[in-house]
Nanobody, 115 residues
């Protein structure tokens, strides 16, 4: 079994920054693509950013230039640095990892952007 545990979610003022982390543990042979998704109340889950094992990245248009995804393969961890946060970034953020074509999800970490 594989477990993903997110951390770093918090209440932050508009314009502030947060860094989310997602650590994978368990029977991990090789973590391939990793990604961050988010889901706001009443909305569908959406892709925020993704990163391949080799480091290629992709971002949702709404976060380009503000968010940065990175990973540490030795630690089986993916990060999401979020800057210039806006109230519309308020969501529960979920980590997803692909291992041999199987997707695993974390339990989510809440981010609230409010003054």
């Amino acid at each position: 079994q594989v477990q993903l545990v997110e951390s770093g979610g918090d209440l932050v003022q508009p314009g502030g920054s947060l860094r989310l982390s997602c650590a994978a543990s368990g029977t991990i042979y090789r973590l391939n693509d990793m990604a961050w998704y988010r889901q706001a109340p009443g909305k569908e889950r959406e892709l925020v950013a993704g990163i391949t094992r080799g480091g290629s990245t992709t971002y949702a248009d709404s976060v380009k230039g503000r968010f940065t995804i990175s990973r540490d393969n030795a630690k089986n961890t993916v990060y999401l640095q979020m800057n210039s946060l806006k109230p519309e970034d308020t969501s529960v953020y979920y980590c997803r990892a692909a291992i041999f074509g199987v997707y695993y999800w974390g339990q989510g970490t809440p981010v609230t952007v409010s003054s």
